[in-house]
């Protein structure tokens, strides 16, 4: 007779690996998950909203980013979207083509304080050109809504650290939608350097080149390469290693005329030094020819940490004349698509409570000190010291 092995069926229930985050994500569509412990977060966290299953948002803008969070934003069974605040009428009848009785009612900037004081809405959804942001901001805030908003926070930091004074006086909170946090090969990358992984980094990279090259109509208010672009990889590298750097040195320079033409620059490099003695580097340029670019290397002692770029299809071609792939992806909506998921769902769970405000305002506001120490470095040729008291 055969012998038959140990039934699988007699072991405990299998469990996805951690590293499945779409996994993890289906189990939370489903519900199969454990609702975070009462005592986890603190009392201060505890947002006026967390007895509601449903969550009325407001979307300000329907460009690039806007429609990313657009769909997100439809797609989310805890989101009920009420309005969207556009001022360009073809971009919304665009949406309505695409979505029909789904597309929530449209609002132009000017009666934007109507859709505010609807008291289904809690929260707003910040995705307007940055030098919007302080006001749509403050707006949303003075109607007592808590805030999900597009990076930077506003043009500079005094207005940054305005919208989160404004904020904590009001019992709310602005969340900075730096989506490259919620990526899951860079959180991998963060948790093993943190856990000590290749010991105490000794440098950290970055990569990151634009595609495709954004339009000059965007550029000329984007707020420059600085406080547009390198404030993500400044950030990335600061939330990799728990740490902010002491000074900073930019090289920038303008090989397309027409960003030339508008005082900006499309080829970024910069330094940065921390007192632990690590050294972060960040590569930037706003064409790649090739592909969004974005690649993240941590070294350190016990080896190195790296982050390669991601392919929509992950098949090789080998022949005897080459090896070939399609390119990587494109451009942001499909590099970072589970990461703009990601930011939106940490954005949720904290308006519900759940969790405390993922994106520290001061690590926002430090960046963005950073990111004008880089300008300053520019402007001078030499290293920037940077003050966090002031
Ligand atoms: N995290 C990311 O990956 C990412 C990517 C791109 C842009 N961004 C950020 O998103 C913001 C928007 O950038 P974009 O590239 O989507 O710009 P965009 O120019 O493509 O879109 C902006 C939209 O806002 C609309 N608008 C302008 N003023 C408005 C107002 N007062 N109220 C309502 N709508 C208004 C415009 O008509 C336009 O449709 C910027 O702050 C940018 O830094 C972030």
């Known amino acids: 007779m055969q012998a038959h092995e140990r ?7 299998q469990v996805h690996h951690e ?27 505890a947002i006026k909203v967390a007895h509601k299953n449903q969550i009325g948002m407001v979307l300000f803008g329907l460009g690039r980013a806007g429609m990313i969070h657009l769909s997100n934003l439809l797609a989310n069974p805890r989101v009920s979207l009420l309005y969207v605040v556009e001022m360009e009428r073809a971009r919304y009848d665009s949406v309505r083509a695409r979505w029909g009785d789904r597309t929530p009612a449209l609002v132009l900037p000017q009666d934007s304080a109507t859709a505010l004081a609807d008291p289904r809405v809690d929260a707003v959804v910040v995705a307007t050109p940055t030098f919007t942001h302080f006001e749509v901001i403050q707006q949303a805030l003075d109607a007592g809504k808590m805030v999900f908003s597009e990076k930077p926070i506003a043009e500079n ?5 305005l919208c989160y004074e404004t904020a904590a006086k009001l019992g709310l909170t602005v969340f900075c939608a730096f989506n490259r946090r919620f990526d899951p090969a860079f959180q991998a990358i963060q948790q093993a350097a943190r856990r000590g992984d290749v010991g105490k980094v000794h440098t950290i ?12 109509a965007y550029l000329k ?12 990889d400044i950030d ?23 960003i030339a033409a508008i005082g900006d ?12 003695g690590t050294i972060g580097t960040i590569d930037i340029s706003r064409n790649a020819v090739y592909g969004y670019d974005q690649r993240l290397e941590v070294f350190g002692p016990k080896g190195l940490l790296t982050a390669e770029n991601e392919r929509p299809v992950n098949v090789r071609h080998q022949t005897s004349s080459g090896d070939t792939a399609v390119p990587f ?39 963005s000190k950073i990111a004008s120490a880089c300008e300053e470095s520019l402007r001078t040729g030499a290293f920037v010291t940077i003050d966090y008291a002031q």
């Open 221 to 232: 208010i984007s707020g420059g390469i600085f406080h547009d672009c390198a404030v993500h």
């Open 236 to 258: 990335l590298i600061c939330w990799v290693l728990g740490e902010f750097p002491r000074r900073a040195l930019a090289s920038a320079s303008a090989h397309i005329a027409e």
């Open 329 to 367: 992806y494109f451009s942001f909506p499909s590099r970072y698509s589970e990461g703009y998921v990601l930011e939106l769902e940490a954005f949720l769970d904290h308006v519900q409570g759940k969790i405390p405000l993922p994106i520290l305002p001061e690590d926002s506001l430090r960046v």
């Open 19 to 45: 590293s499945d985050f779409k996994y993890e994500r289906y189990c939370t569509l489903v519900g199969n998950v454990t609702p975070a412990a009462a005592d986890d977060i603190s009392s201060d966290d």
């Open 205 to 216: 990279k970055t990569v990151a080149r634009d595609s495709p090259l954004p339009p000059i």
């Open 157 to 161: 930091a005094e207005q940054s650290r």
């Open 265 to 276: 620059h499309d080829t970024v490099a910069i330094v940065l030094e921390f007192d632990s």
């Open 7 to 13: 039934s699988p069926y007699l072991d405990c229930a």
